[in-house]
Antibody, heavy 123, light 110 residues
Framework: QITLKESGPTLVKPTQTLTLTCIFSGFSLSTSGVGVGWIRQPPGKALEWLALIYWDDDKRYSPSLKSRLTITKDTSKNQVVLIMTNMDPVDTATYFC???????????????WGQGTLVTVSS | QSALTQPPSASGSPGQSVTISCTGTSSDVGGYNYVSWYQQHPGKAPKLMIYEVTKRPSGVPDRFSGSKSGNTASLTVSGLQADDEADYYCSSYAGSNRGVFGGGTKLTVL
């Protein structure tokens, strides 16, 4: 059974850097075709694709947020970290990490998802 | 890459069928057979319902089906049930190992 869980601060101040960690189990991020992605959802709004890291350390970012995002993995710890710089109140959202493998190999979809973590940006 | 276009709302009575559209471009929906659909109940994480345009993960009822024509994909929910009331999001591979989501559709079971 594949599970993922996000962790990180619930409140950050404007201009600060956000660091989120995704801890997963039930799969290996060293398996060909597998990836872990990050998606966010502002309150009451739509999902937004942020970033995805693949088993071979290929990293892909949303073009609109690329300058602010860094995604890394620690295969031995079954962890993926997302860093977002220069946080703004508009970045207030629930941040999800999700598995991309099996049905969804190659970043074609996400299954399953973590429960998400709400991050509020406010001074 | 711009978000895919979905109608903000859709509705149907129990037992009826409802179809939700998802319009993109030749760079995403029209260019690849990698459209997926997600169901999200309030306060919950999205759940994969359809992948590769028409395929259902194990455990998803066959009342859910997907299709695509040109730059528009569709999700059809047949035999509507109360628990189908949720938000539905489409997503597509958009090249360069990236993806894009739609704006979401709120499905109401009347």
């Amino acid at each position: 059974q594949i599970t993922l869980k996000e962790s990180g601060p619930t409140l950050v101040k404007p201009t600060q850097t956000l660091t989120l960690t995704c801890i997963f189990s039930g799969f290996s991020l060293s398996t060909s075709g597998v990836g872990v992605g990050w998606i966010r959802q502002p309150p009451g709004k739509a999902l937004e694709w942020l970033a995805l890291i693949y088993w071979d350390d290929d990293k892909r970012y949303s073009p609109s947020l690329k300058s602010r995002l860094t995604i890394t993995k620690d295969t031995s710890k079954n962890q993926v970290v997302l860093i977002m710089t220069n946080m703004d109140p508009v970045d207030t959202a629930t941040y999800f990490c999700a598995h991309s493998g099996g049905y969804c190999s190659g970043g074609r979809c996400f299954n399953p998802w973590g429960q998400g973590t709400l991050v509020t940006v406010s001074s | 890459q711009s978000a895919l276009t979905q109608p903000p709302s859709a509705s149907g009575s129990p037992g009826q069928s409802v179809t939700i559209s998802c319009t993109g471009t030749s760079s995403d929906v029209g260019g690849y057979n990698y459209v997926s659909w997600y169901q999200q109940h309030p306060g919950k994480a999205p759940k994969l319902m359809i992948y590769e345009v028409t395929k259902r993960p194990s455990g998803v009822p066959d009342r859910f089906s997907g299709s695509k024509s040109g730059n528009t994909a569709s999700l059809t929910v047949s035999g509507l049930q109360a628990d189908d009331e949720a938000d539905y999001y489409c997503s597509s591979y958009a090249g360069s190992n990236r993806g894009v989501f739609g704006g979401g559709t709120k499905l109401t079971v009347l």
